[in-house]
């Protein structure tokens, strides 16, 4: 972006600390943003929100101490399952495990807790995913 859609006048590339409030937490973070030189405004692209987003899931499981996106990823690799599998397990919502691993968003307690227990527990999750009815078969054991 280069000019202002409202006035035409000249934006700039602006980075500032700012709250953002995400469910019931709000943390302070880096956005990165447009603003307009003549008239204020403020643009923000998808990509930047998605940053922003990740910032704050970021400085959230910082302070929780909660899993991190690349260890959920891990965890259901090793598992075998894919993203809308885990998801169904976990009984989240559709793109809930997708968001988690891409860290705009972290999870919450109990799903942090459950991911976990499935990280030691493979079985558990096994479980889950048969009486759910996905897959016949229990997926293949990793050796870690
Ligand atoms: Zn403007």
Known sequence: MERCPICDGAVVLTREMRDITVGRRTVRVEH????????????LEPEMMDAVLAHAAAAIREEDGTLAPVEIAA?????????????????????????????????TGPADTLLRVFGRHPDVAHEIAEAK?????VPVRRHR
């Open 32 to 43: 990165e943003f447009y603003r307009c030189g003549g008239c204020a405004e403020e643009y």
């Open 75 to 107: 965890i259901r690799r090793d598992l075998g399952y894919t993203q809308a599998e885990l998801e169904t397990i976990l009984n989240t919502g559709a793109k809930t495990v997708t968001r988690w691993e891409r860290g705009t968003v972290s999870p």
């Open 133 to 137: 009815g996905l897959r016949g078969s």
